[in-house]
């Protein structure tokens, strides 16, 4: 157990509404990861966040944001969701080996369904 | 963006089978993770790479850190039923931040 909650675990929402997936880790690791899975894509990084306040873009930014304002938390939010945002998103945690990250250990996953 | 090249996609063989799987990529890697998914979990990490030639064990798992760096293999020794899942592999290019991960080997065992 990796000490990672995600949560909901499952959500069906609307075209156009918001959605806030949250993780919570209580490792005290420093860096922290969310990633949607899709078939015939395999995991592609959203957002990370290396610390309090202080977040990067992944490959598929697009049309998601995050926020960390304090070490355990990290939010994902689709300000309009829209379909193609369909799909299991994880969160992921590490703590720094040397000057990158080391293993990442992952979250049960939240599986969203946009209809 | 960067992809590992992961195969085979799919295997299906007789429990008590050896099962080989490996990623490879024209990239120079300095870490290599191997993680196994169940359906309905996130992935696990099964074991850890971090030196070229690195063979490390992890009960009937074996993996290995290739010595080019640009490649790496997971060997799974006298397959059981739980072994079915999507083996992943991810690897982290030299002077990179993060990791890239492979498209995952579906494992099927037929009893």
């Known amino acids: 157990d990796a000490g990672i909650t995600q949560s909901p675990r499952h959500k069906v929402t609307e075209t156009g509404t918001p959605v806030t997936l949250r993780c919570h880790q209580t490792e005290n690791h420093r860096y922290m990861y969310w990633y949607r899975q899709d078939p015939g894509h395999g995991l592609r990084l959203i957002h990370y966040?290396?610390?309090?306040?202080?977040?990067d873009k992944g490959e598929v930014s697009d049309g998601y944001s995050v926020s960390r304002s304090k070490t355990e938390d990290f939010l994902l939010t689709l300000e309009s969701a829209t379909s193609s945002q369909t799909s299991v998103y994880f969160c992921?945690?590490?703590?720094?080996?040397?000057?990158?990250?080391?293993?990442?250990?992952f979250g049960e996953g939240s599986r969203l369904t946009v209809l | 963006g960067q992809q590992l090249n992961q195969s085979p996609q799919s295997m299906f063989i007789q429990e008590g089978e050896d099962v080989s799987m490996n990623c490879t990529s024209s990239?120079?890697?300095?870490?290599w993770l191997w993680y196994k998914q169940d359906p309905g979990e996130g992935p696990v990490l099964l074991i850890a790479?971090?030196?070229?030639?690195e063979l490390t064990s992890n009960g009937r798992l074996t993996a290995q850190f290739g010595i080019t760096r640009k490649d790496s293999f997971l060997n799974i020794s006298a397959s059981i039923p739980s072994d079915v899942g999507i083996y992943f592999c991810a690897g982290r290019i030299q002077g990179a931040q993060k990791l890239v991960f492979g498209q995952g080997t579906r494992l099927t065992i037929n009893p």
């Open positions: 790479l971090y030196k070229a030639g």
């Open positions: 990239s120079i890697f300095n870490t």
């Open positions: 992921a945690i590490s703590e720094s080996k040397g000057r990158g990250t080391g293993e990442l250990f």
């Open positions: 966040s290396y610390g309090v306040k202080d977040t």
